[in-house]
C-alpha cells in the first residue's frame, strides 16, 4: 500500500461523547448522544457508555475539552507481529487518576479488574499525501497519528491486548468548541494498529487515527468515569 491511501472504507455510526457528530451506516445522517450528568471535570468530558440516535447537547460541566466520536474509514488490521512487544520496564503503581505527565512518561491506569501501564509516546501530524479526497477530505481537520505502548501488569479480563484501549477514553486533547472530531479506525503505513494479545508484563504498540478540526492539539488525554489524566508536550 502506497502512503497516501487508506485501506478498504467502512463507515459506521458508533458511540460519542458530548454533542459532537459523526456519520451513520454508509449515509450522510448523524447522531449523537447525551454525556451523563453529574459528571464534572476542569479539563474534559467524560465519555457515555451507551449510543442513542437523539441529538443532544453539549456537556453542561465541561469547561475545556471535549472527546472525539468514532467513524470508520478504513479496515482494521487483524494480524499481530512479534515487532509490536518488547520486555516490560516501568512503574506498576495505579497512578494519580488525576494526573498530568509528559509526552512519552507512562501511567498505571486501573480499568475494573485489569491493571495496565499506558504510554502515549508521539502525537504526530498526518503527511498531506496520506489525505484521501474520496475517502478522508482534508477540509475535515487535521489527521493526526496518537503513538502509544501499553503493558498489561493485572488481567482478570478474558483478552488484554494491544488494541484493547478504549480510543473515546485516550484521545488527543479537544476544545470544548471543537465539532466533528472523530477516530478513524484502520491503518497507513505510518499508523498501523496492532491487535496483538498481550500477556501480563508484556508490553505492545500501536497507533489510534484522530481527525479533528480547528487549532493544531498537542496533547493526550485519558478521560473516562473515574480518570482524567493529561500528557503535554
Known amino acids: 500500500m502506497s502512503s497516501n491511501t487508506f485501506r478498504r472504507t467502512v463507515i459506521g455510526a458508533v458511540a460519542v461523547a458530548g454533542a459532537l457528530?459523526?456519520?451513520?451506516?454508509?449515509s450522510g445522517e448523524s447522531a449523537s448522544v447525551t454525556t451523563p450528568a453529574g459528571q464534572t471535570t476542569t479539563t474534559s468530558s467524560a465519555a457515555p457508555k451507551t449510543s442513542t440516535t437523539t441529538e443532544s447537547s453539549a456537556p453542561e460541566t465541561s469547561t475545556t475539552t471535549t472527546e472525539p466520536s468514532e467513524t470508520t474509514t478504513s479496515e482494521a488490521s487483524e494480524t499481530s507481529t512479534s515487532e509490536a512487544t518488547k520486555p516490560a520496564t516501568g512503574p506498576t503503581e495505579v497512578s494519580?487518576?488525576?494526573?498530568?505527565?509528559?509526552?512519552?512518561e507512562p501511567a498505571v491506569i486501573k480499568d475494573d479488574d485489569d491493571v495496565y501501564r499506558l504510554t502515549p509516546t508521539s502525537?504526530?501530524?498526518?503527511?498531506?499525501?496520506?489525505?484521501?479526497?474520496?475517502?478522508?477530505?482534508?477540509?475535515?481537520g487535521t489527521v493526526y497519528y496518537l503513538k502509544f505502548d501499553v503493558t498489561p501488569i493485572k488481567v482478570?479480563?478474558?483478552y488484554f491486548g494491544t488494541n484493547s484501549i478504549n480510543g473515546l477514553f485516550f484521545h488527543p486533547?479537544?476544545?470544548?468548541?471543537?465539532?466533528?472530531?472523530?477516530?478513524?479506525y484502520g491503518d497507513t503505513d505510518a499508523c498501523e494498529s496492532d491487535s496483538k494479545k498481550l500477556a501480563a508484563g508484556e508490553t505492545g504498540s500501536s497507533c489510534y487515527i484522530y481527525?479533528?478540526?480547528g487549532a493544531k492539539v498537542s496533547n493526550v488525554v485519558y478521560n473516562d468515569y473515574d480518570h482524567n489524566i493529561r500528557w503535554t508536550k
Open 156 to 158: 482478570k479480563s478474558s
Open 123 to 140: 502525537l504526530e501530524v498526518a503527511p498531506a499525501s496520506d489525505y484521501n479526497e474520496a475517502r478522508l477530505k482534508k477540509a475535515n
Open 211 to 213: 481527525q479533528i478540526p
Open 21 to 26: 457528530s459523526l456519520a451513520a451506516c454508509n
Open 96 to 104: 494519580d487518576p488525576d494526573g498530568t505527565f509528559k509526552l512519552g
Open 173 to 184: 486533547e479537544i476544545g470544548a468548541s471543537v465539532k466533528n472530531a472523530k477516530r478513524v
